[in-house]
């Protein structure tokens, strides 16, 4: 989904992390790296220079060029995450239309091996590196001089393997979330005014639902949605760098720098973004009350990467919105205030306002608060940022609903809904628990959802029954 931002940003330089070329050969248009600094120090891998990839070729973009410029495919096919020891066998699958050279194999970046020839492996002795975990990537290389790397793999060398409990810990949202009763999404909303075209608001809303995808909303949690990493405050701390994906050709103001929003965020290394195009990620240090967030994030072997994003200082006492142009929803409202949280699911009740997708939106300069911004195409009345709720003397027991929709609507009938982007769909966020099944967790939705799968979770759905509140309603001044 583009992300429209209406405020003029300015080209600013950006610093990049300097490393120290090694003479060493060019194969498959890839040099091989040395840094200093070597993040294995604990292991006696740390005596020789930790080798890391570094490509002569820019990034495939995605649409550009022929089939023979797109990036491989690549994914790990071994070790599962988890515990590992001794020896093991490290595999990966990869293709591409003119051809594999070879499949680089890496643990945070320090070179376990490489293969030539498929089926890719290689033996990784996992005695010379040091009892942690490792986010285990392969990087294909194709004959076109395209690369990718696959989606990390997290791999615990020595120690006892990590329980469901500690990994829960670590990769899904606490259960009071980030933002406390101050923010915007805590608001009762049940006995606010509404707006004077409510009901024609409502009724372009409900044809949206009743003309795509069988008349039924969808409920995003595998796909379109963001991960939750909760890191301590001995995470270490990195530099995002900045992806140019919508082809600005400057680096916008406020990412990097001092303050920058891209600068010292502790973002774990094996930190897995949401599946589908938008690869979401949320980070959450409760440990200094912070909240980064990020769209389109990937990480190669060297650093962490982003299109857009944003960082909330004093999330527990904040509106629960990003200022000056940044977050990484189309509003600049958080993708972690609006989920429900899979805290949230077990509970059996929503305490806060949910995020709502919809198809058509008004046009992008036609916004309401808490909105920052829209990406809005004029296609629809209903603006980004709209507060709407579902009406409060509504029997919801009497609409037979999925489990998890019933909690929505109760939800919805006191802290509403808040309109934080547009899609392919009208749709509601769940957590993404993509993060903690590659850390090894078990994935907690399948208990929640039971046999309902996740298009059928918001079946019958009373969007006829939706108010809308007026525009730029609560917005502090008015």
Same mark, same amino acid.
């Given at each position: 989904?583009?992300?429209?931002?209406?405020?003029?940003?300015?080209?600013?330089?950006?610093?990049?992390?300097?490393?120290?070329?090694?003479?060493?050969?060019?194969?498959?248009?890839?040099?091989?790296?040395?840094?200093?600094?070597?993040?294995?120090?604990?292991?006696?891998?740390? $005596?020789?220079?930790?080798? =890391?990839? &570094?490509? %002569?070729?820019? +990034?495939? /973009?995605?649409? *550009?060029? #022929? @089939? !023979?410029?797109?990036?491989?495919?690549?994914?790990?096919?071994?070790?599962?995450?988890?515990?590992?020891?001794?020896?093991?066998?490290?595999?990966?699958?990869?293709?591409?239309?003119?051809?594999?050279?070879?499949?680089?194999?890496?643990?945070?970046?320090?070179?376990?091996?490489?293969?030539?020839?498929?089926?890719?492996?290689? $033996?990784?002795?996992?005695? =010379?590196? &040091?009892? %942690?975990?490792? +986010?285990? /990537?392969?990087? *294909?290389? #194709? @004959? !076109?001089?395209?690369?990718?790397?696959?989606?990390?793999?997290?791999?615990?060398?020595?120690?006892?393997?990590?329980?469901?409990?500690?990994?829960?810990?670590?990769?899904?949202?606490?259960?009071?979330?980030?933002?406390?009763?101050?923010?915007?999404?805590?608001?009762?909303?049940?006995?606010?005014?509404?707006?004077?075209?409510? $009901?024609?608001?409502?009724?372009?809303? &409900?044809?949206?639902?009743?003309?795509?995808?069988?008349?039924?909303?969808?409920?995003?949690?595998?796909?379109?949605?963001?991960?939750?990493?909760?890191?301590?405050?001995?995470?270490?701390?990195?530099?995002?760098?900045?992806?140019?994906?919508?082809?600005?050709?400057?680096?916008?103001?406020?990412?990097?720098?001092?303050?920058?929003?891209?600068?010292?965020?502790?973002?774990?290394?094996?930190?897995?973004?949401? $599946?589908?195009?938008?690869?979401?990620?949320?980070?959450?240090?409760?440990?200094?009350?912070?909240?980064?967030?990020?769209?389109?994030?990937?990480?190669?072997?060297?650093?962490?990467?982003?299109?857009?994003?944003?960082?909330?200082?004093?999330?527990?006492?904040?509106?629960?919105?990003?200022?000056?142009?940044?977050?990484?929803?189309?509003?600049?409202?958080?993708?972690?205030?609006?989920?429900?949280?899979?805290?949230?699911?077990?509970?059996?009740?929503?305490?806060?306002?949910?995020?709502?997708?919809?198809?058509?939106?008004?046009?992008?300069?036609?916004?309401?608060?808490?909105?920052?911004?829209?990406?809005?195409?004029?296609?629809?009345?209903?603006?980004?940022?709209?507060?709407?709720?579902?009406?409060?003397?509504?029997?919801?027991?009497?609409?037979?609903?999925?489990?998890?929709?019933?909690?929505?609507?109760?939800?919805?009938?006191?802290?509403?809904?808040?309109?934080?982007?547009?899609?392919?769909?009208?749709?509601?966020?769940?957590?993404?628990?993509?993060?903690?099944?590659?850390?090894?967790?078990?994935?907690?939705?399948?208990?929640?959802?039971?046999?309902?799968?996740?298009?059928?979770?918001?079946?019958?759905?009373?969007?006829?029954?939706?108010?809308?509140?007026?525009?730029?309603?609560?917005?502090?001044?008015?």
């Amino acid at each position: 989904m583009p992300r429209r931002l209406t405020a003029a940003l300015i080209r600013s330089a950006a610093t990049r992390r300097r490393f120290v070329l090694a003479a060493l050969p060019v194969i498959g248009g890839l040099a091989l790296v040395t840094s200093a600094a070597s993040p294995v120090a604990a292991s006696p891998v740390a $005596a020789s220079p930790v080798a =890391r990839v &570094a490509s %002569r070729f820019p +990034a495939a /973009r995605p649409g *550009a060029g #022929s @089939r !023979a410029a797109s990036a491989p495919r690549v994914a790990l096919t071994a070790p599962r995450a988890g515990a590992v020891s001794g020896v093991v066998s490290v595999s990966a699958a990869a293709s591409h239309p003119a051809g594999i050279i070879k499949v680089i194999f890496l643990a945070d970046g320090a070179r376990v091996g490489e293969d030539f020839t498929a089926p890719y492996s290689v $033996a990784w002795d996992t005695r =010379r590196f &040091a009892d %942690r975990r490792w +986010a285990l /990537r392969a990087v *294909a290389i #194709s @004959r !076109a001089g395209t690369h990718a790397y696959s989606v990390p793999v997290a791999a615990q060398v020595g120690g006892r393997p990590t329980g469901q409990a500690e990994l829960e810990r670590q990769w899904i949202a606490p259960a009071a979330g980030p933002f406390g009763p101050a923010s915007v999404w805590r608001r009762d909303i049940s006995r606010a005014p509404l707006a004077p075209d409510s $009901a024609a608001q409502v009724a372009d809303l &409900a044809r949206q639902v009743q003309t795509h995808w069988g008349a039924v909303a969808a409920f995003n949690v595998r796909r379109y949605t963001t991960s939750v990493a909760v890191v301590g405050a001995t995470q270490p701390r990195a530099r995002v760098s900045f992806d140019d994906c919508q082809h600005k050709g400057y680096v916008p103001r406020g990412l990097h720098g001092p303050s920058g929003q891209f600068e010292g965020v502790p973002i774990p290394p094996t930190a897995v973004p949401s $599946a589908g195009t938008d690869s979401e990620l949320t980070v959450y240090s409760p440990g200094t009350d912070q909240v980064w967030e990020f769209w389109k994030a990937r990480h190669d072997a060297l650093d962490w990467h982003a299109c857009w994003g944003g960082r909330i200082d004093h999330a527990s006492t904040s509106p629960g919105i990003f200022s000056g142009n940044f977050g990484a929803t189309a509003t600049g409202l958080p993708n972690a205030a609006g989920m429900i949280s899979i805290r949230d699911a077990r509970a059996g009740r929503i305490d806060h306002a949910l995020s709502l997708q919809v198809i058509d939106a008004a046009k992008w300069n036609q916004f309401s608060y808490p909105a920052q911004r829209s990406d809005g195409s004029g296609a629809g009345p209903i603006r980004e940022g709209a507060r709407l709720r579902l009406d409060p003397s509504l029997d919801v027991a009497s609409l037979h609903l999925s489990p998890l929709a019933a909690m929505v609507a109760r939800a919805a009938q006191r802290y509403g809904f808040i309109v934080t982007d547009k899609g392919g769909a009208v749709a509601v966020q769940g957590e993404s628990s993509g993060g903690l099944v590659a850390h090894g967790g078990s994935d907690p939705w399948r208990a929640l959802l039971g046999s309902t799968p996740t298009y059928a979770v918001m079946k019958g759905f009373p969007w006829d029954r939706l108010q809308v509140l007026p525009t730029d309603w609560g917005k502090p001044g008015r």
